[in-house]
């Protein structure tokens, strides 16, 4: 059985630079740390983290890997201003050899994966994270409808 894991980034600053490069705000860093601590009470910990190469993505990646102790992280540069499609086939195209992944992103593209794959409209505010069971071994037969959402919080939740 597959687990992926949709972490939306956290808050970060609207700073006069690149989208590309805008770092987390305190308040990121913060709600990325305690959304990470809600997940390790829940137990669950993914053995494998992907994320969009930008500075927001990598920072919200890394603080969750370091608290949750992931040891093997990627970035996908697809996962950067993806589109639902491409999202698709970025988890079409995960390492077999996972069972249980976190991607961890940008929106609209992680609510609307979300939805895809599960039906389930979802708000993903900044550091929300939702989790997707399928009843399958393989990420390739990952498509529409084919997921159950098994768990879901967000820092607005508390």
Not at 30 to 36: E, I, K
Request: cysteine-free; glycine content about 6%.
């Amino acid at each position: 059985m597959k687990k992926l894991l949709l972490i939306r980034h956290a808050k970060a600053g609207s700073h006069n630079m690149k989208d590309f490069d805008r770092p987390l705000t305190e308040k990121g860093m913060h709600d990325a740390a305690f959304m990470a601590g809600q997940l390790k009470k829940a137990e669950l910990i993914p053995e494998y983290i992907v994320t969009s190469p930008s500075l927001r993505t990598k920072t919200t990646a890394n603080i969750f890997a370091r608290l949750l102790s992931v040891k093997k992280t990627f970035d996908n540069k697809h996962i950067y201003e993806a589109s639902t499609r491409e999202l698709l086939t970025t988890i079409n195209h995960l390492p077999e050899e996972y069972s249980f992944i976190a991607i961890v992103g940008h929106n609209p593209g992680i609510s609307q994966v979300l939805y895809e794959l599960t039906g389930e409209m979802r708000d993903m505010p900044p550091a929300a994270a939702a989790l997707i069971g399928f009843d399958f071994d393989e990420w390739e037969m990952v498509h529409t409808d084919t997921g159950k959402l098994a768990w879901y919080d967000s820092p607005k939740e508390h």
